[in-house]
């Protein structure tokens, strides 16, 4: 067995993150209040949730999902409901900690979410509704602030003293 050459271990520590694959993890649409509803001309209104979520898959590969729900109502009835849920699996592996946060929080997801507003646009339009174009994301502002309410939270946690059950 020989020994790693400094050119060979070096090259072992390298960084490494790479997509592995892309793909459409769930989808659903509803429509509860059809027909009916479909003969109203009613602009209606869009809210749209989001949601990012990871986890390790193996040493080294991390799965993330990007989750997208679009609810469109026409006064408190339901015109559509449109759930997706895009997921890729990142190889990651030598990246100090700091990095890698920032990866799983604003590269993975960035990486995507382009594909899932593909796929809720078009579910969309195949429903027989005009697209729902979801706007761009600044993931990195995104991360920003869940991490300042995850701090701000540890932090009045700590400020109350430990609990007692």
């Not at 898959?57 to 799965?63: F, R, S």
């Not at 997706?84 to 997801?109: D, S, T, W, Y």
């Not at 507003?117 to 697209?131: K, Q, V």
Request: hydrophobic letters at 40%.
């Amino acid at each position: 067995m020989s020994t790693p050459q400094p050119a060979e271990a070096a090259q072992e520590r390298q960084p490494i993150f790479a997509l592995q694959r892309c793909y459409l993890k769930d989808l659903s649409l509803e429509q509860p209040n059809s027909p009916q509803i479909l003969l109203e001309q009613a602009q209606p209104t869009v809210d749209v949730q989001m949601n990012v979520e990871s986890q390790q898959l193996a040493e080294g590969v991390i799965e993330v999902c990007v989750t997208a729900t679009i609810t469109a109502r026409i006064d408190q009835r339901t015109l559509f409901l449109v759930e997706g849920k895009q997921a890729g699996i990142f190889e990651m592996r030598n990246v100090p900690e700091e990095h890698a946060e920032l990866l799983l929080g604003i590269a993975c997801p960035q990486t995507v979410y382009p594909y899932l507003r593909a796929n809720l646009a078009d579910t969309i339009t195949r429903a027989g509704f005009p697209p729902v174009h979801l706007a761009e994301i600044n993931f990195q502002a995104m991360y920003e602030a869940q991490r300042a309410q995850r701090e701000s939270g540890a932090g009045a946690a700590a400020a109350a003293g430990p609990t007692l059950n």
